[in-house]
């Protein structure tokens, strides 16, 4: 039954793509990031639906007679860069067959994905419908891994298989700081959601969120959540408030977390305590952690030896080209699972892949969207018909704030859910441009606007 609705909703929208292309990049979001023919159990998990929406809303933007215009700005450009240089150290990889399947299988798909964002989301109301269709999709990841961790009795971290199989989410770390990007988003949504129902479920959702990163056991997730937290402090205008109300947050966490993920995160603290350096004993290191510090200096041997093409996607996990670095100089050599394996760092992962340029880029991209958002929320700041645009800039800061601080001890460098909201942050910039008068509209003029409450967002 789950199959035929699967199959009978991905068809339905077909004629609603060929009419408005826009669309299409919302059902390519949902299935991008909800996977639902993964959620099945018959024919429809063979299926290939992104495949149909791709082509079809390819096919509708080609013949669409809507002005289709590029939004500019430097952080658009250097993302385009980083596709142009990741496909360039793909081709000429030591590995290009192994590099290339990676790049066919997430990386093209991706830019895609981003480019035609970028042209057809170019007003607020389809903006929004984005951000709605992002925070539905992963949000329906974070009820049932939420749901799950209760009725386990918040014992599930024992297990694999959070997200959607062979995605990035995936792993449970992944998977954590996946729901943590998505927290400040439907905080955002639960802020401006013009139906109280709507609002109920944003806040419901956010709930689930903190249950799900709970429920992973992930270590990097709870560390993650926690410098969240302080960021986010940093935002609010009730420091008292917020403050009493994080500590309640922490102390409610800490009560329903099981033994055995109150032991990992004792460990994570126990290895610096007492040390003026966390690698002066290597024997007191957390093995899981010393594997991984022995994979970044692999890393960054690799680095030295091609440092301005890399090796290729994914090198430092592929046997064939990363078994040459391993060293006894590393921490942990000595370790029976000292082997090549994932770089579990966004960093190092595309130092490796792509160079120092590559890595440069990648950089200007993060940094570039975590400022762009402050630049966002000082031109939207004491206007009422932009409060929605200060709110989610302010959120999505926090999202990327998120993931560069997750990402250090994760392999999600081309997580598609991160790049949507790099592109939303792109968007939003170029909307706010037009609507303080430093850019051009890049569509006609909106229809009159029913009227809203104050502070939501305007009708297309």
Sequence with gaps: MRDIVI??????????????????????????????HREAFG??????????????TLIAFVIS???????????????????????LTAVIAPDPEASLEFYNDFVVKMAVHMVILLILINTPHRLISLVWTYALSLGYHAVKIGLVTIY???????????????????????????????????????????HKVMRNLAMIGMGMCFLAVIGSFSR?????????MAFLWTKTNHKFVSATLIIVLALGAASFAPPEYKARIATTF????????????????????????????????????SPIFGHGLRSIQNKNIATAYLSDSHVCSDSPKYKVR????????????????????????????WLSCGRIARMAKGRADLLWAYDLASMMQVSVTGYAIGGVLLSLAYYDGYFIIVCMIIVL??????????????????????RRRSGAVPAE
């Design 270 to 305: 126990d290895q610096f305590a007492g040390k003026e350096s966390a690698y002066d004993d290597e024997q007191r290191l957390d093995e899981s952690f010393c594997l991984r510090v022995a994979n970044w200096q692999l890393g960054l041997d690799m680095a030295k030896d």
């Design 220 to 228: 990097g997730g709870m560390i993650t959540m926690a410098a969240m």
């Design 65 to 87: 007679s809507e002005r289709k215009g590029w939004p500019g700005g430097k952080l658009a450009m250097s993302f385009v860069a980083f596709i142009g240089w990741t496909t």
């Design 43 to 56: 024919f429809s998990t063979s299926l290939r639906p992104n495949l149909v929406i791709v082509l079809v």
């Design 152 to 194: 386990s009795g918040f014992v599930i971290g024992r297990y694999t298989g959070f997200g959607p199989a062979d995605t990035m989410i995936d792993d449970r770390n992944h998977f954590a700081v996946a729901m943590l990007m998505l927290a400040p988003i439907l905080f955002f949504l639960w802020k401006h959601a013009d």
């Design 429 to 450: 910039h170029r909307i706010v441009k037009e609507a303080v008068g430093e850019a051009e509209p890049r569509r006609g003029e909106a229809r009159p606007a029913r």
């Design 342 to 369: 994932a770089a579990h760092n966004i960093y190092v992962e595309v130092l490796t892949d792509s160079g120092f340029p590559g890595l440069f880029l990648f950089l200007f991209i993060l940094i570039g969207s």
């Design 7 to 36: 199959l009978v909703g991905i068809l339905a929208l077909i004629p609603m793509i060929l009419r408005r292309p826009y669309i299409g990049v919302l059902a390519w979001t949902w299935i991008a990031i909800l996977n639902p």
